[in-house]
C-alpha cells in the first residue's frame, strides 16, 4: 500500500470524482483550519494535524481586510458572516508620530468595495474557533506536533506515524514540511518583536473609531478598539530581547511604552500579565517551488509576512481558497498545486516585500526617523491609494484562479 502510494506521489494523484483521497493538513491556524473548511464542505476527506493541545492560548486581535472577507465568502460564506458579526468596523488609518504630526490618515471608504466587506478587526480567538467549527471534530487532531516527514510518512513527536497521501503544510514560519520535503529554506528576521495584548479599556473621541498606529524613535504603538468594550494594543521593539515572564514582560512594556499617550499605557496596564503576547517578526524570503508530489504548502509555511501591514493571515485565507477551487477544478493534484502556485506566488510575495520594507521603514532611529516622517507625510493618496488598494484588493482570489 505504502510502495503504492509514492509511485502515485511520482506519476501525480489522479483525482477522482468521489474524492477518496485525504488531505492531511499539518498545522490547524488559520491557514490550515481555512482550507480544511473549504476542503470539507467541497466533500474531500481531511485530517488536521495541530502540535498545540487545545486553542485555548489563542490571544490578541486579527484585522481581516476585503480580500480575506472575500476569500471567507468563497470558503464559507457563513464564516465571513459570522466574523463580520463578531468584528468591529473602523473608518480609517492613522499614523502620527510621537509629536503629534500626522503621517496619513486614511479612510476605509477606499478600501471598502461592497459593505459586506469593509475592514474589520475581530479577536483572532474568533477566526480560529468559526473556522474549526466547520471541520468536523474527528478530523481535528490536538496534540500532534510534527517532528519529521519521511517521503509520505508523517512522524510525529508522540511516536505515531501517518503515511498521507498528499500533505498540505499549514505548519507556520517554522514549518517542518518544509524543510523536510520543500527545499528548507530559512525565514528573515526582522530584528523586530511584536508585544500585544486585548485590555477591558474604551478608547476617548475619534480614536475609538480608528486603527492607529504611533511611530516613535525605533519604537512604535498601535491600537484599535475591538467589540465588548475592549482595546486591542500592539508595541514593536528592534533589536531588543524582551523578557519571557508576564509580569517581567509586562513591566518591560510599561517601561517602553513610556514616551507614548497615556490612555494607550492605561490600556497596558488593564491588560492581565498572562494575556500578553511576544514574538519576533520573522518573514520568509521567496520560495521558488511551493509544492512537490504529493505535498503543497499554504500561509506562513511559505511566504510568512511581518504583521506590518495585517496581511499575513488575511493571504493564509486567500491560498486556502485559491486551492480549494484549483482542487475542485484539475485532474491531479500536481496540476491543481502548480495552478495554486501560479496564482498566488507572485501576490503573496509583492505582499511580504512590501510589509518588509513597512517594517523597516516604520521602525526607523535616529535622524532616519525624520526622513521616514517625510517621506510619509509627502507622499500623495494617488501614490498610497493604489498600492493599498492592490493590497487589500478581492479581485485577486476571485479573477486570478486560473
Ligand atoms: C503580532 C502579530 C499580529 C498579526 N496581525 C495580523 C493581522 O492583523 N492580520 C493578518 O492577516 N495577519 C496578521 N498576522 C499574521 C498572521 O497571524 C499569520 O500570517 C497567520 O496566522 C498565518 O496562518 P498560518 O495558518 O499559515 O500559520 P500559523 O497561524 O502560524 O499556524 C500554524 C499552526 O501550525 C501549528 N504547528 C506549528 N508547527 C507544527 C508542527 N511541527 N506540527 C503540528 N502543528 C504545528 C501551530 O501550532 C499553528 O497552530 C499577525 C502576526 C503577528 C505575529
Not at 481586510?65 to 460564506?77: F, G, K, T, V
Not at 510575495?349 to 521603514?361: D, E, H, M, Q, S
Request: glycine share 10%; charged share 20%.
Amino acid at each position: 500500500m505504502r510502495a503504492q502510494q509514492v509511485v502515485y506521489a511520482e506519476q501525480g494523484y489522479p483525482m477522482s470524482p468521489d474524492r477518496p483521497t485525504t488531505l492531511h493538513i499539518v498545522g490547524g491556524g488559520i491557514g490550515g483550519l481555512a482550507l480544511a473548511a473549504a476542503l470539507t464542505r467541497r466533500g474531500w476527506p481531511v485530517q488536521v494535524y495541530e502540535a498545540a493541545v487545545s486553542y485555548r492560548a489563542v490571544g490578541g486581535g486579527h484585522w481581516l481586510y476585503a480580500n480575506a472577507l472575500s476569500a471567507l465568502h468563497r470558503i464559507d460564506p457563513t464564516i465571513a458572516s459570522d466574523l463580520v458579526a463578531l468584528g468591529m468596523p473602523f473608518e480609517g488609518f492613522w499614523f502620527e508620530n510621537l509629536r503629534g504630526v500626522r503621517l496619513l490618515r486614511e479612510p476605509t471608504t477606499h478600501y471598502t468595495p461592497s459593505p459586506d466587506l469593509a475592514p474589520i478587526v475581530v479577536r483572532r480567538w474568533d477566526i480560529i474557533d468559526r473556522l474549526a467549527a466547520r471541520v468536523p471534530a474527528d478530523r481535528l487532531h490536538f496534540g500532534k506536533r510534527l517532528s519529521r516527514v519521511e517521503g509520505s510518512s508523517l512522524i510525529f513527536e508522540d511516536g505515531t506515524t501517518v503515511v498521507a497521501e498528499v500533505i498540505v503544510a499549514a505548519d507556520g514560519i517554522h514549518s517542518i514540511v518544509r524543510r523536510d520535503r520543500l527545499g528548507g529554506q530559512k525565514p528573515w528576521f526582522s530584528g523586530q518583536t511584536g508585544l500585544w495584548g486585548i485590555a477591558d479599556a474604551t478608547l476617548p473621541g475619534e480614536a475609538a473609531r480608528h486603527f492607529t498606529e504611533l511611530w516613535g524613535n525605533g519604537i512604535r504603538m498601535g491600537f484599535t478598539a475591538v467589540r465588548g468594550g475592549a482595546v486591542y494594543w500592539f508595541l514593536v521593539v528592534r533589536d531588543a530581547t524582551p523578557p519571557r515572564e508576564p509580569e517581567a514582560l509586562k513591566a518591560y512594556i510599561l517601561d517602553q511604552a513610556r514616551p507614548f499617550p497615556e490612555a494607550l499605557i492605561e490600556a497596558v496596564r488593564r491588560t492581565p500579565a498572562d494575556r500578553i503576547h511576544t514574538n519576533p517578526l520573522w518573514d520568509m524570503p521567496p520560495i521558488r517551488r511551493w509544492w512537490a508530489p504529493g505535498v503543497v504548502a499554504i500561509g506562513d509555511a511559505v511566504h510568512a509576512c511581518t504583521p506590518n501591514l495585517g496581511q499575513g493571515g488575511c493571504q493564509a485565507l486567500e491560498d486556502a481558497a485559491v486551492l480549494a477551487d484549483a482542487l475542485d477544478r484539475y485532474a491531479t493534484f500536481e496540476e491543481a498545486f502548480a495552478a495554486y502556485q501560479t496564482a498566488r506566488w507572485w501576490r503573496a510575495n509583492g505582499v511580504t516585500r512590501f510589509a518588509r520594507w513597512l517594517g523597516i521603514l516604520a521602525q526607523m532611529r535616529g535622524p532616519m526617523r525624520w526622513f521616514r516622517d517625510a517621506l510619509v507625510w509627502s507622499t500623495p493618496a494617488r501614490v498610497v491609494r493604489p498600492v493599498l488598494r492592490w493590497v487589500m484588493a478581492p479581485g485577486w482570489t476571485k479573477s486570478s484562479t486560473p
